[in-house]
């Protein structure tokens, strides 16, 4: 088993329980105990869970102030992302005018794409050149390119923003609760999401269930200004929120 899916395998018994012991993540992980210490250090390292002796527990509300870079994002829940992403191309119908977010997980979507006879608009580059190269009409922001996440961001993106009105939109997001709504680090890309939600007639976020967790410096939307599609989420979180949806 590769180290990623170790990682998730890890995170998903966590957001289940809160808590795991040494020996009950060797036997659900069918590994060494010493590979399983060396799995949690590294969790522990990347501020997703707090290693304690004999074990771990998740981390609540994580702060996260900086963006990874694409690469590095690209390798977290791939197969949570892909199932995300797929239902989020289902949506699309005939003549939507669409806004794509720059992220991983929407830049996943892209590759799930099959409706005809829709138009994109895009702060992201490669979702850009991915959407040409499948045959659609496609307008990008112009701006300042900020390369950790690969997105156009700056007042000149801001203010062509104004101009259009989305009959669908989907944002990716680094965390995300009831209480601080929709959160990235950066102050100039939560502006670009803001803006663009702003213009959308059907805002939908794209997360998978580790975002739940995590806070970061600089809320772009409140909690329920967007239906949220997602590859779980805990059952109060289904219970008392109608605008989470399960991929």
Request: with cysteine; glycine share 6%.
């Amino acid at each position: 088993m590769l180290a990623e899916e170790r990682f998730r395998k890890i995170l998903t018994i966590l957001q289940t329980k809160n808590s795991a012991t040494l020996a009950e993540l060797v036997q659900a992980l069918d590994s060494s105990e010493a590979t399983i210490r060396r799995d949690l250090t590294e969790l522990d390292a990347q501020g997703l869970l707090t290693k304690v002796r004999g074990g771990a527990v998740l981390k609540k509300d994580s702060y996260f102030t900086k963006d990874q870079d694409v690469a590095v994002r690209m390798t977290v829940n791939p197969g949570e992302k892909a199932k995300i992403a797929s239902y989020a191309a289902s949506l699309l119908q005939p003549d939507d005018f669409v806004y794509i977010d720059a992220g991983t997980t929407t830049d996943m979507m892209i590759d799930f794409i099959t409706q005809k006879n829709v138009t994109f608009v895009t702060n992201a580059i490669g979702h850009a050149k991915k959407l040409t190269q499948k045959g659609y009409d496609v307008y990008i922001l112009g701006g300042k390119f900020k390369l950790s996440t690969e997105a156009i961001v700056g007042a000149e993106a801001f203010e062509s923003l104004k101009k259009y009105n989305f009959t669908k939109g989907f944002w990716g997001v680094n965390g995300m609760n009831p209480v601080n709504g929709y959160t990235t680090p950066d102050a100039g890309e939560a502006a670009i999401k803001r803006e663009a939600m702003k213009h959308c007639k059907e805002p939908f976020i794209l997360a998978d269930q580790s975002k739940f967790s995590m806070i970061s410096s600089v809320t772009f939307a409140d909690f329920t200004s967007a239906m949220i599609i997602t590859d779980g989420a805990s059952e109060e979180l289904m219970k008392e929120y109608e605008n989470i949806i399960l991929a």
